[in-house]
């Protein structure tokens, strides 16, 4: 299948978020992450988010920390195997700054081009463009997605996992807040996913 555009509608449940929706020739494919209360300190907190459906390969993405599933301390794996992970975290362009992905014989780019609005992920032949706006259902922000060229179960599902990850330090603003805190916090570790 070619060239078709989706949505993915978001769903909260006690604690679980995540968006579904039908994409393409895939049928109904479901991202969700751990859903939690307020702003948890501890470093030992480990977030998980999931991509299911009955044409997509189980893909896993672990994170360990604060807050949202983020680029820092992850780890990817896609049908049990794992996927490489790496940003230039001292870029100050999101170009610059986009995160490369390594699966199996596969590179691709993923470049968030608004933070927490838009992105795409991409390898040769194949763009799959999200953008986030107000759901048609008027129940909070859908992601509306976009294909082109042949793509398969397996860029699908690296794209989609990405609607619940925090990828903003993979933005100027993120660059910006990193160099912050390097100056603010000089002993600390702002490496970026490894």
């Known amino acids: 299948m070619?060239?078709?555009?989706?949505?993915?509608?978001?769903?909260?449940h006690k604690k679980i978020r995540g968006?579904?929706?039908?994409?393409?020739?895939?049928?109904?494919?479901?991202?969700?992450a751990e859903r939690r209360k307020g702003f948890a300190?501890?470093?030992g907190v480990h977030m998980d988010v999931?991509?299911?459906g009955d044409k997509m390969p189980d893909l896993l993405y672990q994170t360990v920390g604060p807050g949202e599933p983020r680029l820092k301390n992850?780890?990817?794996t896609l049908a049990g195997q794992p996927v490489l992970l790496r940003f230039n975290d001292k870029a100050y362009r999101n170009t610059a700054r986009a995160l490369h992905l390594e699966y199996q014989d596969r590179s691709y780019e993923y470049v968030v081009t608004r933070?927490?609005?838009?992105a795409t992920l991409s390898r040769p032949?194949?763009?799959v463009s999200l953008t986030r706006g107000p759901s048609p259902a008027k129940k909070g922000m859908s992601s509306f997605?976009?294909?082109?060229?042949?793509?398969?179960?397996?860029d699908l599902a690296l794209a989609v996992a990405f609607e619940e990850i925090d990828t903003d330090e993979l933005t100027a603003g993120g660059a910006i807040s990193s160099t912050v805190n390097r100056l603010l916090f000089p002993g600390r570790n702002e490496g970026g996913a490894e």
């Open 2 to 12: 070619t060239d078709y555009q989706f949505e993915l509608h978001p769903y909260f």
């Open 19 to 32: 968006r579904k929706g039908v994409v393409g020739a895939f049928e109904e494919v479901t991202v969700e």
């Open 41 to 43: 300190r501890t470093t």
């Open 50 to 52: 999931h991509v299911y």
């Open 74 to 76: 992850a780890r990817l």
């Open 115 to 118: 933070a927490r609005k838009s």
């Open 125 to 127: 032949g194949v763009l």
């Open 145 to 154: 997605g976009s294909v082109t060229g042949e793509a398969d179960a397996v």
